[in-house]
């Protein structure tokens, strides 16, 4: 369910086994797996075990593991949420219900306006953090306004490729299971970018971006679409990737020794 996620293909969950269509899924997944293992009865089947583990704790373990393995700095925290709008008809729903609402016109004054402006004049950040030496000034606004980064991942997840827009589950435990898959999912999102973006700094590198002008940090999503054209091929008893141009090989190096496993690189 991450990979259909990052694939970026507007599907409703129903089509979840045609995703793998194509695809070599026993070389990402397993020796005997099959696209038509991946079908809704066993995605349905996931979730519910998902929800029966418990989804904050299932997520606890896998973002810890992934801290200590990729050594991500958790010097702070960032509390936040987000919600996804379900439509559907509940079985209790009654007849239609009438309602009054308000209607109203609003002006701005010009004492409006003066106080407007004085109220924005200044920009106060309100901190518990007592000691200047560890957390100046500078770095306390610095870090408040990296909290945009995750307001952004809260973007991906509802971007409209995404199959958060075609959420078909009939049980609210399945719509909890899958917004764990949808926060995994932007996990490995996260750490993909993070991972190739200090890569290329550390190396002083750069890839193309969409305008085919260098960049040290690229979205993880542009570098996901540049191998869409790849291809596992088989002849005999030989398996060889295809359409590995030199800047997809330099991609993929650049994200370890895994990614080179995957793609049958020395």
Not at 32 to 48: M, P, S
Request: charged fraction near 20%; charge should be positive.
């Amino acid at each position: 369910m991450i990979l259909n996620g990052l694939g970026f293909v507007s599907a409703p969950l129903y089509l979840f086994s045609q995703f793998f269509e194509g695809k070599p899924v026993e070389h990402l997944l397993g020796e005997g797996i099959t696209a038509g293992h991946l079908n809704d009865d066993r995605l349905g089947r996931l979730l519910d075990q998902l929800f029966e583990y418990g989804t904050t704790l299932f997520f606890l373990k896998a973002a810890m593991q992934a801290v200590r393995r990729f050594g991500v700095r958790v010097s702070q925290c960032h509390l936040d949420s987000t919600s996804f709008a379900l439509d559907g008809e509940y079985a209790s729903e009654s007849g239609t219900e009438l309602g009054y609402q308000w209607q109203a016109t609003l002006e701005r004054t010009a004492e409006y306006e003066a106080q407007y402006q004085q109220r924005h004049r200044r920009f106060i950040l309100a901190t518990n953090v007592l000691d200047e030496d560890a957390y100046p000034a500078e770095r306390l606004l610095r870090e408040y306004k990296a909290q945009q980064q995750v307001e952004r991942g809260f973007r991906f997840l509802k971007a409209p490729l995404f199959f958060t827009s075609s959420v078909f589950v009939k049980k609210p435990q399945r719509v909890e299971a899958l917004a764990l898959i949808m926060a995994l999912t932007l996990l490995v999102y996260s750490l993909g970018q993070r991972q190739l973006r200090a890569q290329l700094a550390q190396a002083d590198d750069t890839v193309l971006d969409q305008k085919q002008r260098p960049t040290r940090t690229p979205t993880f999503r542009w570098i996901l679409q540049k191998f869409q054209a790849i291809h596992l091929v088989s002849t005999g008893n030989a398996q060889q990737v295809s359409n590995l141009s030199d800047e997809r090989r330099k991609i993929i190096r650049l994200m370890g020794f895994s990614a080179c496993q995957y793609y049958l690189l020395n």
